[in-house]
């Protein structure tokens, strides 16, 4: 298995289901089952998939001083996440059957908390891959990864800003949703395969599927989302699916194969609620692998 380091934010979560985006305004809705509570944030996310999959995960992040409770009864090892923030940052998340999200994020004094850079380090020489967020505070870790010469993917939100093209040059392999660009699909890949040099990008088109980039190849390739399950909320498939293509990436070598495995737990995962919920083990993976694969070919 491999051995990751994940760094980005940790929230508290309240995910609501909504009849229709964006919302009509009424002053009370009463729904049964559509308000759920939790802990969440992609590197949380993204760690927790790792986790279920077997890796080594050294999960990076700050969260409020008030809130070392919300690690004691996870899997996850607290020794890099810190409570040096006055709050944990928070989310409002919501959904409809059409699979399309409002979000309303507030980070509180994430981005103006310096993380420990020592402690960054740290991390880092245990590391076979950095995933890293888009987030500010992630920002002075890029010189860091870039002379460690480990690879690095980035999970991105949005990629408008002079931040952000930090990272798209500092990348080796780049996950964004089609939600986060301005660009038609096809257009956006070809822009960014040909203005930066990493060596993956995977644009996450929901129920679509997603196209992927790799540049040993040189070509985008579409691949159909796959159906498991019933849709019962699509928050965190990003993460979920960025999670294990990295896993069976860095297990395999092979991007064609990484990406199969991918769509098969982000289908699995989007059958459950809750960003951090849902996820697949390794030999579970297999038995529907064959299930799925053998019918699409």
């Known amino acids: 298995m491999g051995r990751f380091l994940v760094a980005g934010i940790i929230q508290r979560e309240t995910i609501v289901k909504v009849p229709s985006l964006p919302i009509q305004y009424s002053r009370i809705t009463r729904c049964d089952e559509t308000v ?14 790792l986790k279920w999959l077997g890796d080594e995960v050294d999960l990076l992040s700050m969260i409020g001083e008030r809130d070392g409770h919300l690690f004691e009864t996870k899997h996850l090892d607290r020794e890099y996440v810190f409570a040096n923030l006055k709050q944990t940052p928070a989310a409002v998340i919501f959904y409809d059957n059409e699979r399309k999200q409002q979000i309303f994020e507030d980070v509180k004094d994430l981005e103006d908390t310096p993380y420990d850079i020592a402690r960054f380090e ?12 888009n ?11 870039r002379e460690s010469g480990k690879k690095l993917a980035v999970n991105f939100n949005g990629v408008e800003t002079e931040k952000d093209r930090k990272f798209l040059e500092a990348a080796n392999i780049v996950y964004i949703s089609d939600d986060e660009i301005d660009y038609e699909p096809y257009e956006a890949m070809r822009k960014l395969s040909s203005e930066y040099s990493m060596d993956c990008i995977i644009l996450g088109m929901g129920k679509s ?17 796959v159906h498991i ?18 896993h069976y990436y860095e297990k395999t070598g092979n991007y064609k194969e990484a990406v199969k495995y991918a769509l098969m737990f982000a289908a699995y995962k989007i059958g459950y609620i809750g960003t951090s919920k849902g996820f697949m083990t390794e030999k579970e993976m297999e038995q529907w692998y064959d299930l799925i694969w053998n019918r699409y070919n």
């Not at 759920?36 to 998939?49: K, L, Q, S, T």
């Not at 500010?136 to 010189?143: K, M, S, T, V």
């Not at 599927?209 to 989302?225: C, F, H, K, Q, W």
């Open 36 to 49: 759920f509570g939790g802990i969440g944030g992609d590197a949380y996310n993204v760690a927790n998939a």
């Open 122 to 133: 740290q991390a880092l020489e245990k590391a076979d891959v950095v995933v890293l967020s």
């Open 135 to 145: 987030n500010r505070f992630c920002e002075p870790f890029l010189e860091k990864v």
């Open 209 to 225: 599927g997603l196209l992927m980039y790799t540049r040993e190849d040189n070509m985008i390739v579409p691949y159909a989302s």
């Open 229 to 246: 399950q019933e849709v019962k909320n699509t928050v965190g498939a990003g993460n979920a699916l960025l999670s294990c293509f990295l």
